[in-house]
């Protein structure tokens, strides 16, 4: 079984920083891509970032320049910086991992954290 652990949110002002971060664990044998999504009250979820396995990275045009998602295999561990919030930023983010482990393909989300940004 594999399971993901979020921590990082909380309140920040406008223009601050805030990290998240995504713990994995389980008899995982290769990571597919592991991305960070969110929603925001009354919208629909959203892709923020992601990564692929081989390392390559993608970001939605508002968080662009903005945020970093980066990974520290050692801990397994995958982080979002994010930089430069705004209050559009405000959502709850998820954390979402895909890839290859001992019973096979698996597609796990973590539980969710709140980032909340004032203006």
């Known amino acids: 079984q594999v399971q993901l652990v979020e921590s990082g949110g909380g309140l920040v002002q406008a223009g601050g920083s805030m990290r998240l971060s995504c713990a994995y664990s389980g008899s995982i044998f290769s990571i597919t891509a592991m991305g960070w999504y969110r929603q925001a009250p009354g919208s629909q979820r959203e892709l923020v970032a992601v990564?692929?396995?081989?390392?390559?990275?993608n970001y939605a045009d508002s968080v662009k320049g903005r945020f970093t998602i980066s990974r520290d295999n050692a801990r397994d561990t995958r982080y979002l910086q994010m930089n430069s919030l705004k209050p559009e930023d405000t959502a709850v983010y998820y954390c979402?991992?895909?890839?290859?482990?001992?019973?096979?393909?698996?597609?796990?989300w973590g539980q969710g954290t709140l980032v909340t940004v004032s203006s």
């Open positions: 990564v692929t396995g081989r390392g390559s990275t």
């Open positions: 979402n991992v895909r890839g290859i482990y001992s019973n096979g393909n698996f597609d796990v």
